[in-house]
């Protein structure tokens, strides 16, 4: 399969639990199987069938990162395929901490909507945005 082929399907395996966590929040079956961490394993496994094959090169890049080397790293249809999947995998992980624990704190399902869809598109941002209004919870209880 090439990289193309498999940048466009990766999205696949995240897909169906960030459906979960944004639109169907209350549904039983949600919380049942996000509470798993496996949900993020698909897009993990892709991404280390993907960068086994290069781990020596993969490695010596992130171990000593130059601004060239991670160039050239990511400036391959294969270094952005494995990068994409990795984003995939990681952001996941993140999103099902924030919904959790939200659920936990009896954050609002209409607060966690934005912020679950910012983590999805960009990562840390979503994140840091749950971290403020996890924080005004946590204030407000106090």
Do not use: C
């Not at 892709?46 to 601004?67: E, H, N, T």
């Amino acid at each position: 399969m090439d990289m193309q082929t498999i940048f466009s399907l990766s999205f696949l395996l995240v897909a169906p639990f960030w459906l979960l966590m944004i639109a169907l929040p209350h549904w039983s079956w949600t919380k049942r199987i996000i509470a798993s961490p496996w949900v993020a394993a698909p897009a993990a496994l892709l991404y280390a069938v993907l960068v086994l094959p290069s781990v020596g090169s993969v490695f010596a890049a992130v171990s000593s990162p130059q601004l060239d080397g991670i160039m050239a790293l990511l400036g391959t249809p294969e270094g952005a395929t494995i990068g994409w999947v990795h984003f995939l995998a990681f952001d996941l992980f993140v999103a099902r901490w924030a919904y959790l624990d939200s659920r936990e704190r009896k954050i609002s399902a209409w607060i966690m909507a934005p912020i679950l869809f910012f983590v999805l598109m960009l990562g840390p941002v979503g994140f840091v945005a749950y971290l403020g209004v996890r924080q005004i919870g946590v204030m407000r209880n106090a």
